[in-house]
């Protein structure tokens, strides 16, 4: 099975970028759906965005980081990355990555087998 491993969390300000990555082992990302969520003190994990496995090409954005996060992969490196641009306070919450053997995005937490760990993200303002 995939186990995902996110890093590139960090403390930044408001209107700077941060790039996250999942990586994995053991099995190629490029065969699984792979999608970012995210979850802030005293609120549900939400969704952030998601990538189809390779050859699906297919992604998805929450609105509120449309036009700001970009989701892409690095097959080669058996890593999923999620650039973040225009950060924002609200943006503040762990980021996880998870992993899905199936071929076409999926927004919903509960279609994800394999999770990381997470890693922190402050945007202070």
């Known amino acids: 099975q995939v186990q995902p491993v996110e890093s590139g969390g960090g403390l930044v300000q408001a209107g700077d970028s941060l790039r996250l990555s999942c990586a994995a082992s053991?099995?190629?990302?490029?065969?699984?759906?792979v999608g970012w969520f995210r979850q802030a003190p005293e609120k549900e994990r939400e969704f952030v965005a998601a990538?189809?496995?390779?050859?699906?090409?297919?992604?998805a954005y929450s609105d509120s980081v449309k036009g700001r996060f970009t989701i892409s992969r690095d097959n080669a490196k058996n890593t999923v990355y999620l650039q973040m641009n225009s950060l924002k306070p609200e943006d503040t919450a762990v980021y996880y990555c998870?992993?899905?053997?199936?071929?076409?995005?999926?927004?919903?937490?509960?279609?994800?087998?394999?999770w990381g760990q997470g890693t922190q993200v402050t945007v202070s303002s």
């Open positions: 998870a992993a899905s053997l199936v071929l076409n995005v999926r927004t919903y937490a509960g279609q994800y087998a394999y």
């Open positions: 053991a099995r190629p990302l490029s065969r699984y759906a």
């Open positions: 990538d189809s496995a390779t050859g699906s090409y297919s992604t």
